[in-house]
């Protein structure tokens, strides 16, 4: 195994770790019960991790019809699980942010 080989398994290996830890963590902060304030802040999250991602998919559905010898979907389910996953905590840290929390 020479060093590209290494690098890309560790590279995937990242990614597949990223893909499952991310959403479940995300899970456990949905499924958590806490004060209005929270909760707010939570549904804003959600809500706006879902259009941002819906914006995303559409743009890769509008990138696709428009040039589909160019356009590269190498999209997997852990990939998608990850995107969405990386959004919202995102989401998450900019909304505590403006909200004080």
């Not at 830890?21 to 804003?44: G, N």
């Not at 190498?74 to 996953?85: C, D, E, K, M, R």
Request: aromatic share 8%; proline share 2%; net charge neutral.
């Amino acid at each position: 195994m020479d060093v590209v080989q290494l690098q890309g398994i560790l590279g995937l290996a990242i990614i597949v770790i990223m893909g499952i830890v991310i959403p479940i963590s995300m899970w456990f902060s949905m499924v958590k019960k806490e004060d209005e304030r929270r909760e707010m802040i939570l549904e804003k999250t959600c809500f706006s991790t879902l259009g941002i991602y819906t914006a995303t998919l559409g743009i890769n559905v509008i990138g696709s019809f428009v040039s589909p010898e160019t356009f590269i979907h190498a999209s997997t389910n852990i990939s998608q699980l990850a995107t969405i996953g990386i959004l919202f905590s995102l989401n998450l840290f900019i909304t505590k942010r403006r909200f004080g929390c």
